[in-house]
Each structure stands twice: as C-alpha cells, then as structure tokens.
C-alpha cells in the first residue's frame, strides 16, 4: 500500500504542476496557481502519516518505509526547485519569458554544483531524520536494520554529490577559445505572487 501511494503521490506532484502552470500561464490567474502548488507538500504529509500508521499498527520496517522517508526527504528538498525548473520552461515558451540557462563552465558551473550537492544533501538529511524517528518509535532490536541501511544509503548518496561539486571547484569545465558564457537575460515577465510565494 506505501509503494501505491508513493507512485499516487507522484503523479499527482506532476499534476498539481500542470494545473498549478496551466493556471498561471493560461488561465492567468496567479493567485489560484500558487494556492494549488503550495498544496504539493501536503502528498509529503499524508505519506508520512500513512508510514506512521503502518508502524504503529505493528508492521515490520521494511524496505518501503525506507523509501517513504527517502520520497518525502527528496520532494522536500528539491520540490521548489523543480517547481522553478518548470515554469522557467513554461514561462520561456508560452509567455515571452527568458530561455533558461544553466552555466556550463568555470566558477558559474561550480556554484551550480555545490546548489545542487546542497538540495541533494537537505533531502538526504531529511530523509536520514526521518528514518531515525522510526527507528526509535519500533524501538525492537535487530527489527530495524534495514532502516539503518537506508540511512547508510543517504550519506553514500551526500558523499558522492560532495565529490561531483568539488571536482567543478577543483578541475572547472573551461570554455571553448573565442566563446564566453552569457549571463542569462533579465525577466520580461511579471510572474506576481508565484515567484513570491514559491
């Protein structure tokens, strides 16, 4: 039953997006898209509570537990970037907004990195947090290993986001000679409360 709900809950992350964007760009209205994309953390919730009473009720942590927390830690923490990754996209095709860009090399490239170790790393502590609180609340010897291994699972995933940022910072992706990277143009669409609130 988790793992049903971790596949509804993520389709209906793409759908509250669809229709959070749709609302936006084509129905123009702003304020509606915002309220039904701040409903997406609410699937996260409703996991949560869900694994919480699979526990409670007596079920052995297993494997979909574990991914349970590893979902709601990683839609936590790169939810809002993806959100922003979509309706860049989104704006850029459908309401004159400029292309997104994302920097290719040199220092611009490395700063990229070290974001995305961040998000990555967020989710992973979050998901670490999470796996820890069930561990406690069973609180049965030897019954929570494979929570354990999730975690384990987190700071290999930490550790090789780490070294994926640190060889831009070390080892920078150079430009091709004669071609210089652009910064990415200023927004000529106002996107009101949707920027604001997300």
Known sequence: MIVTLIVVCE????????????????????????????????????LFVIAAIDLK?????????????????????????????????????????????????GWPRAVHEWRVAARWTVGSLIAMALLQCAIWYVGRAGATQVLSDWQRGMLYLIGINLVIALSYTFFPKKAPAGRTEQPPPAPTVDRGPFDKRL
Do not use: Q
Not at 30 to 46: G, I
Not at 82 to 104: E, I, Q
């Open 11 to 46: 389709v209906a992350f793409w759908v509250l997006l669809a229709v959070g964007l749709a609302l936006r760009y084509w129905a123009k209205r702003p304020r509606a898209s915002v309220v039904v994309l701040l409903c997406e953390p609410l699937l996260e919730v409703l």
């Open 57 to 105: 009720n007596g079920a052995e942590p297993g494997p979909r537990h574990g991914i349970a927390a590893v979902y709601i830690g990683f839609s936590l923490a790169l939810g809002p970037s993806l959100v922003r990754w979509a309706d860049a996209r989104v704006a850029h095709r459908f309401a004159g907004g400029p292309p997104p860009s994302t920097p290719r090399y």
